[in-house]
C-alpha cells in the first residue's frame, strides 16, 4: 500500500533483498540522495517501482496532481494543459483513448462469449437426463 507517497506493504519491501546488484545498490543510493529519504524508504520507493511501474507511475502522479490542489490524475492533466491553453486537445486525446479502451474491451468480450459458445456447441456433448 502506498500512504502519503510512502510504501507500507511489507511484502513490497522483501523484493529488495533478492535483488541486491551493484546497480540496484546505486539506484537506492540515488534516490536516497535525490528525495532525501532514509535506506529503507529508498529500498521501498524503488521496490514498490520494480513491483509495478505502471501503477507506481499512476500513483506518483496522482499524489503530484494532488499536491497541485487537483482532486485526482485526470483533473490534474487537463488544469495543468489549460494553462498551457492545450486543454481541448487533452480532453480529445483523453476522449479517444477511452473510446478505444471501450472498443477493445468490447472486442475481448465477444470473443470469450463466442469462443464459449463454439466450444459449448461443438465440444461438449449432451448429458442424457437423469431419470
Request: glycine share 10%.
Amino acid at each position: 500500500m502506498i500512504s502519503g507517497g510512502r510504501i507500507t506493504d511489507t511484502r513490497l519491501m522483501m523484493v529488495g533483498p533478492l535483488l541486491k546488484t551493484k546497480e540496484y545498490k546505486k539506484t537506492v543510493e540515488n534516490i536516497m540522495a535525490t528525495k532525501g529519504l532514509s535506506r529503507k524508504e529508498a529500498e521501498a520507493d524503488y521496490n514498490a517501482y520494480l513491483e509495478n511501474p505502471t501503477n507506481y507511475a499512476l500513483n506518483k502522479g496522482e499524489n503530484y496532481y494532488k499536491g497541485l490542489g487537483y482532486k485526482n490524475l485526470m483533473e490534474g492533466v487537463i488544469g495543468e494543459a489549460e494553462k498551457e491553453g492545450r486543454g481541448d486537445e487533452v480532453r480529445e486525446r483523453i476522449a479517444a483513448f477511452k473510446r478505444k479502451s471501450r472498443i477493445k474491451a468490447a472486442a475481448v468480450l465477444v470473443t470469450a462469449i463466442s469462443a464459449l459458445a463454439y466450444y459449448k456447441g461443438s465440444y461438449v456433448p449432451d448429458v442424457p437426463p437423469l431419470n
